[in-house]
């Protein structure tokens, strides 16, 4: 069974610009969730998305969104690019929501850095 | 402030010695998830807890979830450089949360 396929892997932009990252969850997963990990705050959760709906939602800005697609697959959009957005982002995946006592598979990230 | 705070923070370990690396939450927790990261890699599912005074096993890494359920530990027998990474603990919470501990970052010298 394949893994959670996060792209691309490594992403270079600058302020003001906006990305786009993708996720493919495990086949059967309907949970994707989305963190930012930095070295000064950890492991940190945006937002998770189930059955293509929004379930919950961290305390990031409005620049990050997400979707989900009726595939499952996700993606998430940071948009006006700041310095402080330079991270590694990780999708999750699992059969049910996140916090149904399934766990949450995770992906390699995609590392995003901003000059 | 952290929900889950893990101890030690970072631990140095010469290969084959035993260590205990915690998980402590101040409200009970539903579901206790044990992590391992390499850096820059993502996070690979170790051990999963959900009931009180559980305990569970792979290879030489147990993990024990306290009968409070607000208390994990993991413990890792005769560590090998394989070992290496860093440690999270996950746990839900009331309020669809989900929570991460700090993280313990693990150095084996061979």
């Known amino acids: 069974k394949a893994g959670v396929t996060q792209t691309p892997r490594y992403l270079i932009k600058t302020r003001g610009q906006q990305v786009t990252l993708s996720c493919s969850p495990i086949?059967?997963?309907?949970?994707v969730s989305w963190y930012q990990q930095t070295p000064g705050q950890g492991l940190q959760f945006l937002f998770e998305?189930?059955?293509?709906?929004?379930?919950n939602k961290g305390n990031f800005p409005g620049r990050f969104s997400g979707r989900q697609f009726s595939n499952s697959r996700s993606e998430m959009n940071v948009s006006t690019l700041e310095l402080g957005d330079s991270a590694l982002y990780l999708c999750a995946s699992s059969q049910g929501p996140r916090t149904s006592n399934q766990p949450q598979h995770f992906g390699d990230g995609t590392r995003l850095s901003i000059l | 402030s952290q929900e889950l705070e893990q101890s030690p923070q970072s631990l140095i370990v010469q290969e084959g010695k035993n260590l205990t690396i915690n998980c402590t939450s101040s409200?009970?927790?539903?579901?206790l998830y044990w992590y391992k990261q390499k850096y820059g890699e993502g996070l690979i599912f170790l051990m999963m807890l959900q009931k009180g005074g559980e305990e569970k096993s792979h290879e030489k890494i147990t993990a024990k979830l306290d009968e409070k359920k607000q208390q994990s530990s993991l413990h890792i027998t005769a560590s090998q450089p394989s070992h290496a990474g860093i440690y999270l603990c996950?746990?839900?919470?009331?309020?669809?949360?989900?929570?991460f501990g700090t993280g313990t970052s693990l150095t084996v010298i061979p």
């Open positions: 996950g746990a839900g919470a009331t309020g669809n949360q989900f929570y």
């Open positions: 086949s059967g997963h309907r949970s």
């Open positions: 998305y189930f059955s293509e709906t929004q379930r």
């Open positions: 409200k009970t927790l539903y579901g």
